[in-house]
């Protein structure tokens, strides 16, 4: 089965920058979509950004032109370099497979915005 560990997490000021990073094992990145997702306190997880097979990707409004999704083949990683953040980004975020309905969540990484 598949395993996503994410880190980059941390507390930063409204407009500061973070990078998050998902270190993906048992399936080839390369060959599959994948997604970050978020769930911030007493709401239901959404999803952020997606990036396809061919590295295109899409976006959730409110992160568009803020939040950039790419990955590393090589390292089997896939990224989310977050910037202008705002406190309502606060959330924990979560890497996944596109689509698995059978994929396990990772632990994810906790970002806390404060304004």
């Known amino acids: 089965q598949a395993m996503f560990v994410e880190s980059g997490g941390g507390l930063v000021q409204a407009g500061g920058s973070l990078k998050l990073s998902c270190e993906v094992s048992?399936?080839?990145?390369?060959?599959?979509?994948m997604d970050w997702f978020r769930q911030a306190p007493w709401k239901a997880r959404e999803l952020v950004a997606r990036?396809?097979?061919?590295?295109?990707?899409t976006y959730r409004p409110s992160v568009e032109g803020r939040f950039t999704i790419s990955r590393d083949n090589a390292k089997n990683t896939i990224y989310l370099q977050m910037n202008n953040l705002e406190p309502e980004d606060t959330a924990v975020y979560y890497c996944?497979?596109?689509?698995?309905?059978?994929?396990?969540w990772g632990q994810g990484a906790q970002v806390t915005v404060s304004s």
């Open positions: 990036i396809f097979v061919d590295g295109s990707a």
């Open positions: 996944i497979r596109s689509y698995c309905q059978s994929c396990a």
């Open positions: 048992r399936i080839n990145t390369s060959v599959v979509g």
